[in-house]
């Protein structure tokens, strides 16, 4: 499966501890993970880890010591069923003393309950290694007893308070979570496409099948490209001038804070 993801030209790939792996499992799981980790050539593709949470702590040891000799091959570790700043401070005091430790590594906490959406802000901000948050929508569904659906609109107060925490933290917009079945591409579609209008970055895809829809779903159009090019090419033109706006041709008035979103829409074309 990690050579079918890379090959089909994933980014990044995740390697689950958590609730993908029964219990019983868990010890080889954490093996395998290790010897991909040290023998798989991932060229650039990014290696995370998501580990089990800090509420299950015996299993959350395990994962530690079974990866503390590979730390240095994982790029960022996903930490699930986070709800409080609290959870990210004692994840990184567990990590920190599970043996030798540099460098941390990037850190994704996962919000997937009603606590950790109303506590999104703090948890943001809690660490220098919090990248950004990652929303699951599964386990906060079944919390508040609702049926998840791919528009999403019972979730949009939750949503957009994650995509809130990750800006006023100053941190990469959070991930949005999978869309659990893998034979609904036209779900699929309308998952993304939501997620990205929102405000989300990406979002986690559980099957290779899946990656083309949801690449596509991000990367900008060529008419949003188009427009993003003009508008940087008409205000760095203003800009020359002394003047901190300008009217477009089809009578747009643009100033930074437009100018700022368009120089984000080239960026993710050049990551496309």
Excluded: Y
């Amino acid at each position: 499966m990690i050579r079918k993801a890379i090959e089909r030209g994933a980014r990044t790939v995740i390697l689950d501890l958590e609730d993908a792996v029964e219990g019983s499992v868990k010890p080889r799981a954490r093996t395998l993970t290790s010897e991909a980790l040290r023998t798989t050539d991932w060229g650039s593709v990014t290696r995370i880890v998501r580990v089990n949470g800090v509420a299950e702590l015996p299993e959350l040891l395990e994962d530690l010591k079974a990866l503390q000799p590979v730390l240095s091959e994982i790029d960022m570790i996903i930490l699930p069923k986070v709800e409080s700043a609290d959870d990210v401070h004692s994840f990184e005091a567990l990590l920190l003393g599970s043996g030798d430790v540099d460098v941390l590594p990037s850190l994704i906490p996962t919000i997937e309950s009603a606590a950790g959406v109303w506590n999104a802000r703090q948890i943001a901000a809690a660490s220098g290694s919090v990248h950004t948050l990652l929303f699951g929508l599964a386990d906060l569904s079944a919390e508040l007893g609702i049926t998840p659906t791919a528009e999403g609109q019972e979730l949009l107060t939750a949503r957009s308070m994650v995509v809130l925490a990750c800006a006023a933290a100053g941190i990469t917009k959070p991930w949005n979570g999978p869309h659990l079945n893998i034979d609904d591409d036209a779900g699929l579609r309308v998952a993304a496409d939501n997620a990205h209008l929102l405000g989300f970055h990406g979002m986690v895809t559980i099957h290779p099948k899946q990656l083309s829809i949801v690449t596509n779903a991000f990367a900008p159009t060529t008419a949003e490209i188009a427009w993003a090019s003009s508008v940087i090419e008409a205000f760095t033109r203003a800009s020359a001038q002394g003047s901190g706006a300008v009217r477009l041709s089809d009578g747009t008035f643009i100033d930074q804070p437009i100018a700022t979103r368009a120089e984000a829409i080239l960026g993710r074309a050049q990551e496309s």
